[in-house]
C-alpha cells in the first residue's frame, strides 16, 4: 500500500507552513530582522551568537574590573 502525499501547505508532520508576508510598506532592515534575525528556523544559531558574545564581553568586563586581583602581590 504506498502513502499519499500531504495536501498543499501543509508540512510532512502536519504542521502548516509558515506563509512569506509581502507587504509593500516595509522597510529593508524590518524585512532583514523578520527573515533572518526572528525567522525560527534561524533563531538557534541567533542565540549561539548572541551567548558567546555576551561571555567574550563579559569576560573582557570582568578582567578590567578584578583584574588587579589576579596579579600576585
Known amino acids: 500500500m504506498s502513502r499519499?502525499?500531504?495536501?498543499?501547505?501543509?508540512?510532512?508532520f502536519g504542521v502548516p507552513q509558515r506563509r512569506?508576508?509581502?507587504d509593500?510598506?516595509?522597510?529593508?532592515?524590518?524585512r532583514f530582522l523578520r527573515e533572518e534575525i526572528w525567522a525560527p528556523e534561524n533563531l538557534p544559531g541567533n542565540i549561539s551568537i548572541l551567548t558567546a558574545v555576551?561571555?567574550?564581553f563579559g569576560g573582557i568586563a570582568a578582567i578590567?574590573?578584578?583584574?588587579?586581583?589576579?596579579?600576585?602581590?
Open 4 to 12: 499519499r502525499a500531504a495536501p498543499g501547505g501543509v508540512s510532512p
Open 20 to 22: 512569506a508576508i509581502h
Open 24 to 30: 509593500p510598506n516595509e522597510s529593508a532592515f524590518s
Open 54 to 56: 555576551s561571555v567574550f
Open 64 to 73: 578590567r574590573t578584578w583584574g588587579e586581583l589576579m596579579i600576585p602581590a
